[in-house]
């Protein structure tokens, strides 16, 4: 049985590099028959694609993962709404929107990328994906981000692109 | 009569393809994937020491509820 694990703890954690990708993994859910552990990991990652007005952007995006300590279980990550809902406690599933919130906004401190991407998963509805991501976008907006372009990508899929205001010496 | 520039076409030849503008609703992110996606050998060995902190973490917010409950099982009790 997953069982929360305290909120203090939440901002123990530090960015953490897997290659030139960085990342946030906050441990939400504990489970001590199972010995796993379920965290919301938020992340930011370099590309480049000519389709991207700027050419080089960095991308950002979340899942949940779930790691098993003992190597019992074979550990994943997922971005799927209806796998990740049977690891989390009820009780913790309002705050994760927050913890990415928190996660985002350390991360866009951490990198201070020119060019943000963000894509909503195919199968989100609208309704939900805006409520999560005028959230997000709201956080990127207040450290110094504006939305450069949204629409849908070639798969309908929802994307936003922000850009950091280039400041003009003199 | 030869110009000496015979390896260009003439300009009736010429294809002039215009400069595709950057449009973002071309990209496909490849970071959004559905279902379970497994952690590679590598991911999982990154992921064993930071997780190995989060746990002893765990652990001593545990303890330390345990104490803040045995400092409750202390306080006066009024009769």
Not at chain 1, 39 to 56: L, N, R, T, W
Request: aromatic share 10%; with cysteine; proline share 6%.
């Amino acid at each position: 049985m997953f069982l929360p694990i305290d909120a203090s703890l939440r901002t123990a954690f530090d960015i953490e590099r897997d290659g030139d990708r960085s990342f946030l993994s906050i441990p939400i859910a504990h489970c001590s028959e199972s010995n796993r552990i379920v965290s919301v990991a938020s992340s930011i990652f370099p590309s480049f694609d000519s389709s991207i007005p700027s050419g080089f952007f960095h991308e950002m995006f979340f899942e949940i993962e779930i790691f098993s300590l003992d190597g019992g279980f074979e550990p994943f990550t997922t971005q799927d709404r209806d796998v990740a809902i049977n690891y989390i406690p009820q009780i913790v599933r309002p705050s994760v929107i927050g913890i990415v919130c928190d996660s985002y906004r350390r991360l866009v401190l951490d990198v201070r990328p020119t060019t943000i991407y963000r894509v909503v998963k195919s199968g989100s509805s609208i309704e939900k994906a805006t409520r999560k991501h005028v959230l997000l976008t709201a956080i990127i907006e207040s450290e110094g981000y504006a939305a450069a372009e949204a629409g849908f990508d070639k798969l309908g899929r929802w994307f936003w692109l922000m850009e950091r205001p280039r400041i003009n010496p003199g | 009569m030869e110009t000496g520039c015979s390896n260009y076409p003439s300009s009736g030849d010429r294809k002039v393809t215009a400069l595709k503008k950057p449009d973002a609703s071309q990209y496909v992110s490849r970071a959004i994937y559905s279902g379970k996606r497994p952690m590679s050998a590598a991911q999982v060995a990154s992921r064993i020491a930071s997780l190995k902190t989060a746990v002893s973490k765990i652990a001593i917010q545990a303890s330390t509820n345990e104490g803040l409950s045995g400092k409750k099982a202390l306080e006066p009790v009024s009769h």
